[in-house]
Nanobody, 124 residues
Framework: QVQLVESGGGSVQAGGSLRLSCEAS????????MGWVRQAPGKEREGVAV???????SYAPSVKARFTISRDNAENTLYLQMNGLKSEDTAMYYC??????????????????WGQGTQVSVSS
């Protein structure tokens, strides 16, 4: 059973940066699709970014060119570098993993393992 633990959230001013980390345990996630999903109060869950086992990344249009997803398979760790943060990026950010598709990421939000989340708050 894969377990995911996020860290790195916090409060920043608009234009600032944060780096989220997600440590995976309980299994080798090198062949998993990994990603970040966020949910703001009163809004639907939104897929932010995903990275396949081969390193191919995809992003939601709202974060493309500002966020960068990366992974360290040797450390079983996932990252999300967030630059140019905006108030609309305020949300709970969840790390997620999918082992069903051989490391491919078919969508931005199709996952079967989830972390507990880390809060990101951006003030304007």
């Amino acid at each position: 059973q894969v377990q995911l633990v996020e860290s790195g959230g916090g409060s920043v001013q608009a234009g600032g940066s944060l780096r989220l980390s997600c440590e995976a345990s309980g299994g080798d996630t090198s062949n998993y699709c990994m990603g970040w999903v966020r949910q703001a109060p009163g809004k639907e869950r939104e897929g932010v970014a995903v990275i396949a086992s081969d390193g191919f990344a995809s992003y939601a249009p709202s974060v493309k060119a500002r966020f960068t997803i990366s992974r360290d398979n040797a450390e079983n760790t996932l990252y999300l570098q967030m630059n140019g943060l905006k108030s609309e990026d305020t949300a709970m950010y969840y790390c997620a993993a999918n082992g069903m598709y051989g490391g491919i990421c078919p969508t931005l939000s199709d996952f079967d393992y989830w972390g507990q989340g880390t809060q990101v708050s951006v003030s304007s």
